[in-house]
């Protein structure tokens, strides 16, 4: 067992050592900061400048300046007014609690001021104070004292260097100061230590060779010795200066989330801190890039293109802070914003987007299309986990969204369940004005905080006439009862049955299947509905005509040629032979059925021909040919003069009317 202990607690060594470049939270133990090393020259001055917490007790509390002797800490001066002996007159201690510090004065140096020194807030040995060391010299030169950084827990730390126009064209950067050098942490080259992504910027400023750095979420392991330069370490005119920060918690200071997670398609929302007091303060949400940052929105009206109807900000006076929502989330989002405030430096803060494919919990048509002055619903459903919360929908503008009032679902019955009730908020137009258009959120809060939201785009149109709009009839067509009126009908007094009905279904009206469709396969298929019936119709009356026809010619043939027989002549008998010969073709398309005109060759009378010719029928063609055949047999009697009568020619004729 005390073997696998060690080996476990070997294990940890190694992370153990990785950390210990930073101090752990346990050895910031005073609250109380101030410079490490003073420098000063005999005869002249140097100032103390010591930082403490502003709570209510430390600003009214004691604070002291005293040198280590031993064990012990003798008092040189203090708030209360007291002063040692053999610093009268030379030196000062002066509150400034409205900045959280004190300053110390010390004149007419000499050589025996040299030593250890603590700066404190109460009395000595409680632990609010700070060890400082003076050093003072017979001459320059002097070392330049580290400039001093009191930052609050999970703030932001923002500090300028400049060193001339001599530096403009060489590299900018900030490094830690460590053990065995100095570790890079940014540079204007847009080189980013993988530890300081997404929370450091360097900005140039002006044309002076001046950069300012800003670095977020500040932590405890942030404590220490930075060093801000131009060029590179030990050539020819590269420069540097010191920068001691030291980190320290303050438990009113707002804690923000310094990561987010959003899934495609949703929504995610995000934390700025802002002073309400002070209202000429400009409040920018960005885009962070190495050497600079996107503006993305500002309180100012800015919005940029690209995120129009997708982000907006929320004031909340009551807990100091700006709601930045950013909706329509894609993949590309993913990066890491900042809240920027042009006049309080510490509450500038960073979060890190992270987006996730998933479905949005909020759900609804993301574009609506209505036309001027008609009635228009946006509905948002949500689900039974956002039952509780509160629901708005707001119009989105260039300075935020603006509330306005919507209808959610009736309160759930005494036996009815939320997954069983209508889970949809409504904004109801009763008719959409120009003024309608544009982007509506649909959204839930909880407690006042702001949560997920769908973004829903209405764009209101013009009023079209009907007949350029392809889902409407046209309205100087005729209905679709009338269309077939249109139709060719042989006899307009008459148009027949039928000829009036609906080749349109009431679904195929409804659906746009108007005339003069931009579809021509659907415009063909309707066309074919109407004159389909139609023209089958006609063709029943016309062959029924033809026959009617027929008959009364073969009628009125055979009746002809029995009354006029006896003034035929030869050479009319020569006429009709020529006809026959001409049109020999149709003859013997005629009479290619068994029934031919050899029936009608005897000129002689029987009761079996007529018999016969009573029982066989005949199409109407027949019917013709069997005329056109009398026709010749009568004609060859009268050529003849065979006396018999017409009886065969009448016979034949009753006969026929008996088919």
Known sequence: MALLAFIFLLAFLPAESANSRHPPKSTISSPVFGPRQVYGLVGGSTIVKCFYPPTGVNKHDRKYWCRQSGGSCMTVVSSNGYVAPGFKGRISLTDHPEEENFQINISSLALADTGTYQCGVGVNGRGLSHKVTLNVSQGPPIPEAAELFYVKLHSTWTVTCGFGKDSIYLRKYLCKVEEGGCRSIIDNYEQVNNSYTGRVLLSLVGYEGSFSIMMTQMDWEDTGLYRCGAGEEGEKGASSRELDVFVYEDKKFPQLKSTVVGKTGSSATFECLYEPLRQSSTRTWAKWKPNGYTRIIANDGFVSLPYEGRVAMFENPNNRTVTVILNQLTLKDTAYYWCISSELKEQQSSAELTVVKGEPLLTGPKEVVAQLGSQVDLTCSYPCSYNSYEKYWCKWNMSGCSMVPAAAQRPLGPEATCSSANRTVVLSFAAVTEADDGWYWCGVKRNGVFGEVMAVKLSVTAGDDAKHNPELLDVDAPSHAELPDHAEIPNPADPGPGARGGAYSDSEVRSGAAPGSSDPGHGSNTLAL???????????????????????????????????????????????????????????????TAIGGDEFITTTDTQESAAEAKKTKRSSKEDADLAYSTFLLTSGSIAQGSSGGDSPALDVSSSQDQV
Do not use: H, W
């Not at 009356?541 to 009364?552: E, L, M």
């Open 530 to 592: 109407v004159l389909g019936p139609v023209a089958a119709l006609l063709l029943v009356i016309v062959t029924a005509f033809a026959i009617v026809k027929y008959r009364q010619m073969r009628r009125s043939d055979l009746v002809s040629i029995g009354s006029y027989r006896t003034n035929i002549s030869m050479s009319d008998f020569e006429s009709v032979k020529d006809y026959s010969a001409s049109n020999s073709a149709c003859v013997k398309e005629s009479q290619e």
